[in-house]
């Protein structure tokens, strides 16, 4: 669905009333992320009823997803190569 990215998912923040979750995600082996991010959004009413099925027992809401790109493993990735030199 997403080419061939790797997609990992780094943090999620829920409201405590379960409304929306706020999705962070590390995309790799992507040419653009931003363009993959773009084609997760759009994925999301599917993305939210694949996690309905999966966990609707679970739990009485499944919470609106937003999805937002992580930078925090560029950023560790870049100081690394920094303190390489």
């Given at each position: 669905?997403?080419?061939?990215a ?5 943090k999620?923040?829920?409201t405590s ?28 009413k ?17 919470p609106?997803?937003q ?16 303190l390489?030199?």
């Amino acid at each position: 669905m997403f080419g061939h990215a790797m997609i990992t998912v780094t943090k999620v923040h829920v409201t405590s009333d379960l409304s929306i979750a706020k999705v962070y995600l590390s995309l790799f082996t992507t040419a653009d992320k931003n363009d993959t991010l773009k084609l997760i959004k759009f994925h999301t009413k599917e993305i939210r009823f694949k996690l309905g099925q999966r966990i609707g027992k679970q739990v009485r809401v499944i919470p609106d997803l937003q999805f937002y790109l992580d930078y925090s493993l560029d950023y560790i990735e870049k100081i690394e190569k920094l303190l390489d030199k």
